[in-house]
């Protein structure tokens, strides 16, 4: 096995700081727990995924931010500003420790994983569906640490989820967030809309569905482009799959392509400069920032709040195991603010929340798949 030399950040990397029989206070007696995280090969600075995993870890868990390669204090205004109004009572600083490994391929999962886990860490958590199997092996063989995997369950021989009694999975309803901003795209386009996701796989075709969906319930005669790029770290593939969609009509794309979605992000970006009345529809995390005039709004997943959480059950001594699910009704998917201004935006808005209360009430069940999608009957307005 090739093994790729891993990215770590911690505060203190030594194994005396690390190991679980020493204080990690200076002597005080009380131990500073650390938690782990594994990036997928997305990796730091996706703006997405894992900059969402990272964010409940450091800034929300740990107060802490990386800069080159080490650890700073956060102040109390940078972390206000990181968390959502609705979160900022709630989400308090943990005092953590975060221990940090970056993925570059697909087969350092396992030994990175195996790393966090050596350098002492109380919970390893592994950032990806693509983890799946490198945590189910490393919690096996390490049955006294505490793991949680984000956005799969832990799947036997027959793809059916099985139970570890170390492993916390939490998964996500992404086609009720992505029906959302569907819904938002049909109102705001009149003829095409257009969908770049990543690899052609069960998980991103939720965001699809939820879109599509989402759009043929606010404007029925749309169409909906779609494009894969195959990948989630290829830029240039995200780029160009977007400006086809430009070159052929569409007036707003979503994308689920995790770092190829800031390919996506330029080309929108760029078609509006050259006059092309266009948005873009970012994924995970609030994307605006990455082009203020272009971002329409983002399906945002609260990554971020299932690591804090964790961290926090892990503090408080609640820890445990088992399969959890994020939709709408538990915070666990919205939209980011709308603030770029169009027509009737107010009365826009307003439908979405109608919307969004009716998926919360069980009125209305969002297709999660191809099948399900096409027997799907929008509700009467």
């Known amino acids: ?27 005080s007696g009380a131990r500073t727990q650390i938690v ?16 969402s995993a990272l964010r409940g870890l450091e800034l929300w868990a740990a107060a802490q931010k990386s800069v080159d390669g080490k650890y700073v204090a956060l102040s109390p205004e940078e972390r206000k ?8 009572s709630r989400v308090v600083s943990l005092g953590i420790k975060p221990l940090v490994v970056q993925s570059k391929a697909q087969e350092d999962y396992q030994p990175n994983l195996q790393l966090v886990v050596d350098q002492g860490a109380d919970l390893t958590i592994g950032t990806g569906f693509m983890l799946e199997n490198a945590v189910e092996a490393v919690a096996k063989q390490n049955s006294g640490s505490k793991f949680l995997l984000i956005d799969s369950p832990i799947l036997d021989a027959k793809g059916a989820p099985q139970a570890l ?11 009720e967030g992505s029906f959302l901003v569907g819904a938002l795209a049909g109102l705001v386009a009149k003829g095409k809309v257009g969908f770049v996701g990543g690899m052609e ?18 404007n029925p005669n749309a169409t909906v482009l779609v494009q894969y790029t195959g990948s989630f770290d290829n830029v240039a593939a995200g780029k160009q799959a977007a400006q086809d969609l430009v070159s052929k009509g569409c007036e707003v794309v979503f994308h689920a392509a995790g770092s190829d979605g800031n390919g996506v992000i330029q080309a929108i970006k760029e078609a509006r400069a050259a006059g092309k009345n266009v948005y873009v529809i970012g994924v995970d995390s609030d994307q605006s920032h990455l082009a203020p005039d272009a971002v ?45 201004d169009f027509a009737d935006k107010a009365a826009a808005l307003a439908k979405v929340e ?18 399900d999608l096409e027997k799907f009957a929008p509700p009467a307005p």
């Open 296 to 340: 329409l709004t983002s399906m945002v997943k609260r990554v971020d709040l299932a690591v804090w959480q964790a961290a926090n059950d892990l503090k408080a001594g609640t820890f445990g195991p088992g399969d959890f699910s994020m939709g709408l009704k538990e915070g666990g998917v919205t939209y980011a603010p709308v603030r770029v």
């Open 165 to 175: 009694p170390n492993v916390r999975t939490v998964v996500f309803k992404e086609e």
């Open 1 to 27: 096995m090739k093994l790729h030399l891993a990215v770590v950040t911690l505060a203190l990397l030594s194994c005396n700081a690390c190991s679980k029989k020493s204080g990690a206070d200076g002597g």
């Open 36 to 51: 782990g995280l594994v990036t997928d090969v997305g990796g730091r600075g996706d703006q997405s995924f894992n900059d």
């Open 201 to 218: 796989i069960p998980l991103i075709k939720k965001f699809e569905a939820g879109f599509r969906a989402g759009v043929k319930t606010t």
């Open 354 to 371: 109608e919307l969004r209360a009716k998926i919360v009430g069980g009125e209305i069940k969002v297709p999660s798949n191809t099948t």
């Open 81 to 88: 500003a990181s968390l959502p109004t609705e979160l900022e």
